[in-house]
């Protein structure tokens, strides 16, 4: 996994070093191992490497020839099917010098063109510039495991992993106007597709791509998630899912660097780890999230049952893994509120992020790649709105089902920017375009297709915040995270199963769990759903609520968008013991005063211009 960042200025062939340079800088937590800049005449790459295939070799950015013009690559991501490829590609008479994936995309490029996205198999973002057509081209990965951000600005096309990474170039600014503080407090952490609360800066989609030339950037999309035939029982179900899950283990093992495997003891990454304990000859490498005195503090809701850590040492003993609990105290947590904030370049889910982020430096310390199962919930039915939603038209629903709370939301929101636009029309809006673009085929029932359009709806708005969480916490600790329930195959499966199948036995993701009953014991296969696990102690609940009240009786940047007063009251009605839930199960008030502790130092350290 690597960080890659770069121009193409149509205005200016005189390119600048030290700018490619310090670009390419702020990306050396993604890739510590190397760094190689490139000059395109009307442009530059700079791209830093964490090497995992091929380790001597493979470095970019990576420039391949042939009679017609002169292709240069900078990458990020992982092929899973590059062996295939390389054959197919050799029999049409490329020969490779490397073992890594970078020269297969190259090659790939080179003989397909954009037709070799269809081909892929794996999680990538990368950039190609050819030279005599003077054409640079983008592409991202189908899920979005990948991040590729743009700012596209008169003449000039500026892009990077990261918005970090864009925000150095001298053309792009860190402006953020009324739709921006909308974005940030009405629908944060989460983003609507393809936007940043940057005025300037977008991403490029899942599953798209882009051409940039003299005439300007052109945008199309190649994979969206459509019907087709699927198993109609749920024993076919099942043992497709197993095939699947067999081949996709086989294939995202490969590594020439060690491999750890993220293990909660719920369902998702007890299947993985069990699956690789197959293939792995050697023993694995196991890690689990645990929090100061949790077992003190502890208590069971209906939401969150029981406590992780007793199950992953339980499948730990079973697959006879080498595991270590990441234990993480309350001050470093909140401490890491900031780091979070920086890593992800935005505000985000508060010590769901600073956890995740110190849990992955401690992983680095001992493997450079890890598994984990995100994404499972998203495309099984994980979630409780699924089945909330099963029997009900969504159109008769005003918000996102993870984001409720918006007449809270709209609360928080200075005046002088609720005269500009209005909150709930704009929610609203966010909401129904949502809809519209995640509306289901006509096929089967109309609970089936009602299920389909919740399910876009997840992969689409939903599944996007914890990837960049997940990519942006491990990557700034220089860890590749895998997540092999995100190979598209198995989503284009999981998205066309008729409801009654993937809700088998009228358990979430019950399908999943048939899936896997011949490969752990019962107490794990039906074990409820946890949640990422959040702290509870006393003491992290003081730290944020400390910070919260001083930060209200000072000057802070943080009250140019956000109305002062109702921060007050939201802090006298939680005293009082009232708690809400502001994004599904993952942030409640604590969590939540914490996103607003983010946004304040976001605005400070980003420098943030509010028009």
Known sequence: MCGFC??????????????????????????????????????????????????????????????????TLIYNGELYNANELRQELELAGYSFATTCDTEIVLA????????????????????????????????????????????????????????????TYPL???????????????????????????????????????????????????????????????????????????????????????IGFFLSGGLDSSLLTAYSAIHLKEQLHTFSIHFEEQDEHFKATAWVPEDDEPFARGISAL??????????????????????????DLPGM????????????????????????????????????????????LAIHDAFPWSKAISERSSMIHSHWTEQLNPLNYAQTRWQQALQSSTSESIGTEEDQ?????????????????????????????????????DHRLVELAYRLPWNVKNALQREKGILRLASKNMLPDEFVWRKKNPFPKTVHPIYEELIMNAIENLVEIDAPLFQIVDRDAVSKLIESHKSGSDLKWFGQLMNNVQWFGYLLQLNEWIKKYNVLFL
């Open 6 to 71: 770069g121009w193409i200025n149509w205005n200016e062939n005189k390119n600048d070093v030290s700018l490619i340079e310090a670009m390419t800088q702020t990306l050396t937590p993604r890739g510590p191992d190397q760094q190689g800049i490139a000059d395109l005449t009307v442009g530059m790459f700079g791209h830093r490497r964490l090497s995992v295939m091929d380790p001597l070799n493979g470095m970019q950015p990576m420039t391949r020839s042939n009679s017609l013009q002169t292709y």
């Open 108 to 167: 790939a490029y080179m003989h397909w063109e954009a037709e070799c996205l269809y081909r892929f198999n794996g999680i990538f973002a990368f950039a190609v510039w050819e030279s005599k057509r003077e054409r640079l081209f983008c592409a991202r990965d189908r899920l979005g495991v990948k991040p590729f951000f743009y700012s596209h600005i008169n003449q000039t096309f500026v892009f990077a992993s990261e918005i970090k990474a864009i925000l």
């Open 172 to 258: 792009v600014h860190p402006i953020v106007d009324a739709q921006g503080v909308m974005e940030l407090l009405l629908i944060g952490p989460a983003r609507t597709p393809g936007t940043t609360p940057f005025r300037d800066v977008f991403e490029l989609l899942p599953g798209e791509y882009a051409y940039f030339t003299r005439i300007g950037l052109q945008k199309r999309t190649y994979w969206k998630l459509a019907m087709a035939p699927c198993p109609q029982t749920t024993e076919d179900a099942a043992s497709e899912i197993q095939r699947l899950l067999e081949d996709i283990t086989s294939r995202q093992l490969q590594s020439d660097v060690p």
């Open 319 to 344: 697959l006879n893994t080498n595991h270590r609990t990441v234990t993480l105290e309350q001050t470093p947590l909140f401490n890491a509120l900031h780091d979070a904030m920086q890593a992800r």
């Open 350 to 393: 508060a010590d769901i992020d600073s956890s995740l982020l110190l849990f992955c430096r401690e992983i680095k310390k001992h493997v450079t790649v890890a598994w984990s199962g995100e994404g499972a919930d998203e495309i099984f039915g994980g979630y409780p709105w699924f089945r909330l939603w099963s029997q009900s038209d």
């Open 450 to 486: 009602r299920i389909r359009q919740i399910t876009k709806l997840n992969i689409d708005y939903f599944m996007p915040v914890l990837l960049d969480r997940k990519d942006r916490m491990s990557m700034a600790c220089g860890l590749e995270v895998r997540v092999p329930f995100c």
